[in-house]
């Protein structure tokens, strides 16, 4: 049974930081791309990074970058956001997403990141 499974998202206010994870299972982890989407309330879900299988290769919205870095530990099957110096406008839910060269595809639940003081 696949399992893409976000953690970490929660309450911080402007200018402090979070670190996302997701954790992979039933699948072939280090075979797949990995990458991070959000999508806010009324608006569509939208790219915040991805990194290649082998962690190799990075590539961040334009919003983000600077900011938030993506990085995997593959003996862990987990893939991580770091989220540094958060704006309200980064409220939104967080989705991880797994894709391979064949365009096999899976998603996550979602993690609730919200930014307030």
């Known amino acids: 049974q696949v399992q893409l499974v976000e953690s970490g998202g929660g309450l911080v206010q402007p200018g402090g930081s979070l670190r996302l994870s997701c954790a992979a299972s039933?699948?072939?982890?280090?075979?797949?791309?990995m990458s991070w989407y959000r999508q806010a309330p009324g608006k569509e879900r939208g790219f915040v990074a991805t990194i290649s299988s082998n962690g190799g290769s990075t590539n961040y919205g334009d919003s983000v970058k600077g900011r938030f870095t993506i990085f995997r530990d593959n003996a862990k099957k987990t893939v991580y956001l770091q989220m540094n110096n958060l704006t309200p406008e980064d409220t939104a839910v967080y989705y991880c997403n797994a894709v391979n060269g064949s365009g096999v595809e899976y998603w996550g639940q979602g993690t609730q990141v919200t930014v307030s003081s």
């Open positions: 039933g699948f072939i982890f280090r075979r797949y791309g």
